[in-house]
């Protein structure tokens, strides 16, 4: 127990130095908190620029909340518990395969460091996108997630800050599920993985902005605004009714298991869910709902 402890310890007074550091400092390119920021700024110029509902206002409805969440999520939320919870559910999972003269190498398939840095992060890449894919699936099929997933289907008016309005509990679901696929390939070096992770940030915010684009024929690889936004249609056909495009950066993986729909251009489609209008506005309310309405499918 004590060596739990200490793990939670070292990873608030770790991450606050982190996070100081990140702010203070900006001599490195892999600086996430500038980086989101960064990124932000950009689309949202793009989403100025280039509206695709027009009479959209640049201060959209929960413009404000939503910056909030993605600071919140992208930030706040590993130092209040994520990073403390990762780190020790990792170590516990590790001395569970001790006991059992284990280790998660034991599982390594493949050492990506063995390999040339293109072919290795272009692994990490697919791979931890497929079981992205398979987890945002998982969210909308499964009562229990769906009332955290609500959260981010609650957005009325789609913004580039709208990628990380969130609940907290999902990235915890994420992380899980994505935790053992990544560990069985390990040697990502941290730096490496910034590339992708800016990138996905990137794709991810042109998905929820305010644009009409699909890439042509690289709609077939790449999820994009006018696929997604189909994603966050309040009505959809009982065939469907649990949701399509589940696209995280890929589409790719909709097309290939047809869960692909855009049947036609979706600017004006209503967006969230059924019930909606009774979803809480504020913060606290919307991160207290799935506990006071785990019964609602």
Request: a neutral charge; hydrophobic letters at 45%.
């Amino acid at each position: 127990m004590q060596k739990y402890l200490e793990i939670i310890k070292n990873s608030y007074s770790g991450y606050w130095n982190y996070l100081k550091n990140e702010i203070i400092t900006i001599n490195h390119w892999d600086n996430y908190f500038y980086g989101l920021i960064l990124i932000s700024l950009l689309v949202w110029i793009l989403e100025i620029a280039f509206p695709w509902r027009k009479e959209q206002s640049i201060f959209r409805k929960d413009f404000w909340l939503d910056t909030f969440y993605m600071f919140f999520n992208f930030f706040l939320l590993n130092l209040i518990v994520l990073i403390a919870l990762s780190n020790t559910v990792a170590e516990f999972f590790n001395d569970i395969l001790a006991s059992f003269n284990l280790s998660i190498s034991s599982f390594q398939l493949l050492d990506v460091d063995k390999l040339p840095k293109v072919l290795g992060l272009f692994i990490f890449f697919i791979v931890a996108d497929f079981v992205q894919w398979n987890t945002h699936r998982l969210l909308h099929r499964i009562p229990f997630l769906w009332n955290f997933h609500k959260v981010h289907h609650s957005v009325k008016e789609m913004g580039f800050a709208a990628h990380l309005r969130y609940h907290w509990m999902e990235p915890v679901v994420y992380k899980t599920i994505l935790y053992i696929p990544l560990a069985i390939i390990g040697g990502f070096d941290a730096q490496d993985v910034a590339i992708i992770h800016f990138f996905n940030i990137t794709i991810g915010h042109l998905n929820h902005a305010n644009l009409g684009w699909d890439y042509s024929k690289l709609k077939y690889i790449f999820n994009n605004p006018k696929m997604h936004i189909w994603h966050h249609a309040k009505k959809l056909p009982n065939h469907v009714r649990y949701g399509v495009n589940y696209g995280i950066t890929l589409s790719l993986w909709d097309y290939l298991f047809k869960t692909n729909y855009i049947p036609h251009d979706g600017k004006d489609i209503e967006l969230g869910f059924k019930g909606d209008e009774k979803f809480p506005k504020d913060f606290i309310s919307q991160e207290l709902y799935p506990i006071k309405f785990k019964h609602e499918n």
